[in-house]
């Protein structure tokens, strides 16, 4: 169980590999939500740097289900969610993922994604015994991060010594969407001969279903040049500029017209399984020396499908009529045009995500306490995470054949109101809704068979000492040296380059009656789908069977394209692409010292971290050699043979800090910390990857994914803070905070650019356009500077008759320069807010939570400068209640999302230009626990 452990030396948050020891003392059993948030303040006060933290409420029991949702009640910290609004990434100060490190016992944490930023969903709560975000910095902590550091601590046998146990049983079920969840976990400790050696174990097993609604504009708004507008000089309406008047000409008030390009409802359906073992043994022959053997393994199965009905209305001479226009947008148009390939096509998505995670952390700890002045300790470990999902992710698009007549009206509710009439008389809301489709209706169309196979590795270790001095305001002086090598390879595997995703559409189309095997079998509705959206579309969908659509595509081999050849399954399947996979690696070492000072009423530390990091990256081009036009939206591209590019860089950095703390009286403290910091660039944005996938679509864009000379985020900032522990386990906090960034990594743009591409040009070979083909490239940069300045305030007190409260704002002002021109800070939330209700008392324990989120700005310049992507504003409202029947028994509720919040994107707030919405639903869980 989860309790207090005192110490000689109190440091909450030890350097990397260091636990510190000291002299335990008796063990005092504390639980429940009020004793882990006393020990949270308990670690506040007594850390040597700003920081907050959050602590398991018994042994194998994390205040919430998921770590990173508890780290959303901490000041400053907000989350983003995934599937099943289980969150996922985290950021600290407004500061996004990628401005944040994330260790476990101080040792970094291997990762699935593309970049650093670890993915708390593949960890689950249970293994957590407590977790430090640490927003200041000290010499002798893991450098990496500008936001916060945050580290997980799992629990250690001799936190209670003797024999303990606990099993919890959950049951959990989301009101939305009708599934259900399960969990069973369980934790062991023990002490054996005559305490000198512990074993601690734990087990988790989890099962749920999640669904999640979803909106999107996957083709993203169309816009017209704008001659007036140096960054939308080119625009992006590959279909023509949109022409109100048909008079065929940019008239000045078409200037940088919007209008709808791709959009899509639906629901994703996730079954999620996780497991997670761990083990700690830890041995302390005397008292002078500990040795401790852990490690961490977790599973994430989370295969996912997606229904969704997909809209390409992209505007081309003669598609649109009767078009309706308020404050520069497009709000709503007719099409008609009897042309196949002109008139509006429904389509019918479906969608699989093979997301299977396995991350394993081992590692061996010890420490030497060689005099009673001078001690040594040392971590080795290796920390690991692999994703295998090439070519088995699909995006499958099946394309309605029959004519009609559609209007489009924007909503301003997330999602455009839809009306087809088909000629025959059918009309496609109602007619999915009684089943009136089936496979005779669809043409196949798009196929595209994607996933990458990812490893990253990383080996680590330190070694260091600690010399006590306790003379001329020095109580002792920390000195070491950490060494990483992080490897990370990422293999693209899909059946775009080679044009096998268009394989059989276009000309080559075939209806999906004559594959036969019943690829659509059935029509089905979801509960509750979207009832919070007011407008008229389709929430009624076809099952659609994917693998079985590709066993018949497969049969239909022998056949004969409009072409003349035969089709052959063999052309449309996933191939390794080597143009966005890349392998990075990447060795740093870092010596650093630090002294510790103390006075009458005062002590801190001032130090100097060295890190000097060399990296090596690969990655593969291929040039363009034609572009052929298939039809309406429809090209392929052409390449020569893929050609390696290899890239090597290095940097060193000096990252000095300081801290200093004077103690009013006991209860009141002020705060002072000044440091320079980094954080690392992505993984993936160190490998010169680039893709022009985007061209069988028909827009000309190229992607550049990164180089290995990115410079690392830097920063100089500066922490204030007053703290008054005014009575036990209450505190309030007042801080202010300012960074200034230099390098952060942002986009540029460049329109209309010569990337060697000549005309278009069709089946035959002839060319179709004049002169060269132009793109749009981006490519990641480091932007001139940023500054970001803000205040924190956090408030939390519980009285006598079991009442309490806690609440936390922070606020933020940032911005950033790039070229000289004023652009918002990326991935910064303006201000988030907690607000906490709870009564424990006797066998009680019942609370609220209420954490939210400001709109923040998450991609600039998406239509031009200015027109910014954000996620829009959202409040998460938790509930608990639990009731102790006896010492070994309690029973809880918990309610997740009680206001049923949908998160939504948007360009600039309009609510016209909708860029996404993810609904998850209320979800409750059960759960007992046994402890023993």
């Known amino acids: 169980m989860a309790q207090e452990q005192a110490s000689t030396d109190p440091q909450p948050t030890a350097p990397a590999g260091q636990e510190d020891v000291g002299t335990t003392l008796d063990a005092v059993t504390v639980t429940g939500v009020r004793a882990s948030l006393a020990r949270a303040i308990d670690a506040k006060r007594d850390a040597t740097t700003v920081q907050d933290s959050i602590n398991a409420l018994e042994l194998g029991k994390f205040p919430d289900d998921n770590v990173a949702d508890s780290l959303s009640h901490i000041t400053g910290v907000s989350i983003t969610r995934t599937a099943g609004g289980e969150g996922q990434k985290v950021s600290v100060r407004g500061l996004g993922p990628e401005y944040t490190l994330t260790t476990f016992n101080n040792r970094i944490l291997a990762t699935d994604g593309s970049g650093r930023d670890f993915a708390f969903d593949v960890l689950p709560a249970d293994v957590i015994n407590g977790a430090d975000v640490i927003k200041g910095a000290e010499s002798s902590l893991t450098e990496g991060a500008i936001g916060g550091l945050i580290n997980l601590r799992s629990a250690s046998p001799f936190d209670q010594k003797g024999q303990h146990g606990a099993v919890r049983i959950e049951g959990d079920r989301n009101l939305m969407s009708d599934l259900n969840g399960k969990k069973l976990s369980a934790a062991y400790s023990n002490t054996f001969a005559d305490d000198t050696f512990g074993v601690l174990l734990g087990l988790v097993y989890g099962k749920r279903k999640d669904r999640t609604d979803i909106a999107g504009n996957d083709g993203g708004w169309t816009r017209n040049p704008d001659p007036n507008d140096e960054s939308w000089l080119w625009g992006n309406a590959w279909g023509g500029a949109i022409d109100p008047n048909g008079n065929g000409e940019l008239d000045p008030e078409e ?57 390409y209305p992209l505007f081309a001479p003669g598609r649109w009529s009767d078009m309706t226009i308020q404050n520069g947008i497009v709000t709503g148009f007719t099409m008609d045009n009897p042309d196949p390939e002109q008139r509006m096509n429904p389509e019918l998505l479906n969608t699989t995500e093979h997301r299977v995670v396995d991350t394993d952390l081992y590692g061996v700890n010890a420490q030497w306490d060689f ?21 088995q992710d699909t995006y499958v698009v099946l394309r309605m054949n029959q004519p009609n007549t559609t209007r489009i009206e924007l909503s301003r509710d997330r999602v455009p109101n839809v009306y087809v009439n088909f000629d025959d008389g059918r009309e496609l809301v109602t007619g999915l809704a009684n089943g009136q489709f089936g496979n005779s209706d669809f043409n196949t169309h798009y196929m595209e068979l994607r996933g990458d196979n990812i490893e990253d590795k990383i080996t680590g270790g330190v070694l260091g000492g600690d010399l006590f001095v306790d003379k001329w305001g020095v109580n002792k002086i920390k000195f070491g040296v950490n060494m990483t090598d992080r490897k990370k390879r990422r293999d693209l595997v899909n059946n775009t380059l080679n044009g096998g995703a268009d394989y059989y559409s276009g000309d080559n189309a075939i209806n999906v009656g004559d594959l036969g095997g019943n690829v659509i079998d059935h029509s089905f509705t979801l509960p509750e789908f979207m009832n919070d959206i007011n407008a008229y579309f389709p929430r009624s969908f076809l ?10 595509l497969a049969a239909y081999n022998g056949n004969l394209r409009a072409d003349g050849t035969p089709y052959d399954f063999a052309n449309a399947a996933p191939r390794w692409n080597p143009l966005e996979s890349y392998r990075v690696s990447e060795k740093t070492i870092a010596p650093y010292i630090q002294f510790d000072l103390a006075g009458d009423k005062w002590d801190g530390n001032v130090g100097i971290r060295m890190v000097r990091t060399r990296t090596t990256s690969e990655a593969w081009d291929a040039k363009i050699l034609s572009i052929t036009e298939n039809g309406a939206f429809n090209y392929t591209a052409n390449y020569a043979e893929p050609t390696a590019i290899s890239q090597k860089g290095e940097y060193t950095y000096w990252l000095p800090s300081g801290n200093f703390i004077w103690h009013f009286t006991d209860e009141l403290q002020l705060r002072v910390g000044a440091a320079k910091t980094m954080a690392r660039p992505p993984v993936d944005k160190l490998a010169p990857t680039n893709t022009t996938a985007s061209v069988s679509w028909g827009e000309f864009s190229q992607i550049y994914g990164g180089n290995v000379d990115l410079k690392p985020y830097t920063a100089k900032q500066g922490d204030l803070s007053l703290e008054w522990y005014f009575t036990e386990s209450s505190i309030f906090n007042v801080a202010t905070f300012y960074k200034r960034i230099e390098n952060q990594i942002t986009t540029s743009w460049e329109p209309g650019q010569d990337i060697g591409v000549g005309p278009i040009v069709d089946a035959d070979g002839n060319p179709t356009t004049e002169g060269p083909t132009l793109f749009n490239i981006t490519r990641p940069i480091n932007g001139d500077y940023a500054k970001v300045r803000g205040i924190e305030a956090g408030l939390q007190h519980f009285w006598d008759n079991g009442f309490g409260f806690r609440t936390q704002y922070t606020r933020n002002w940032s911005k950033s320069f790039v070229g000289g021109l004023e652009r918002p800070l990326e991935g910064i939330a303006p201000a988030t807010y907690s607000v906490g209700l709870m009564y424990e008392k006797n066998k009680w324990s019942i609370g609220a939570n209420a954490d939210h989120t400001d709109g923040f700005v998450t991609a600039t310049n998406v239509l031009g400068e200015g027109y910014n992507e954000q996620a829009d504003s959202i409040t998460w409202l938790t509930a608990h209640v639990s009731y102790k029947i006896n010492d070994m028994f309690t029973v809880s509720m918990e309610g997740q999302n009680l206001l049923d919040e949908a998160q939504t994107y948007s360009i600039n707030g309009n609510p016209l230009l909708s860029q996404g919405y993810y609904r998850y639903g209320r979800s409750i869980n059960l759960g007992l626990s046994i402890r023993f």
Do not use: C, M
């Open 255 to 311: 200037y940088g017209l919007i209008g709808p390009g791709q959009f899509r409802t639906g629901s994703i359906l996730e079954e999620k399984k996780r497991t997670a073992y761990s083990a700690k043994l830890e041995w302390r022959p005397s008292d002078n020396f500990r040795l401790v053997v852990d490690g961490l393994k977790t599973k994430l199965d989370s295969p996912q499908v997606g229904y969704q009905q997909s809209f």
């Open 371 to 391: 005099s009673d002045t001078l001690s040594f300790h040392g971590d080795l470990y290796r920390s690991t995470s692999k994703r295998y999902s090439g070519g």
């Open 543 to 552: 099952a659609f069977d994917v693998p079985n659509y590709l066993k018949q």
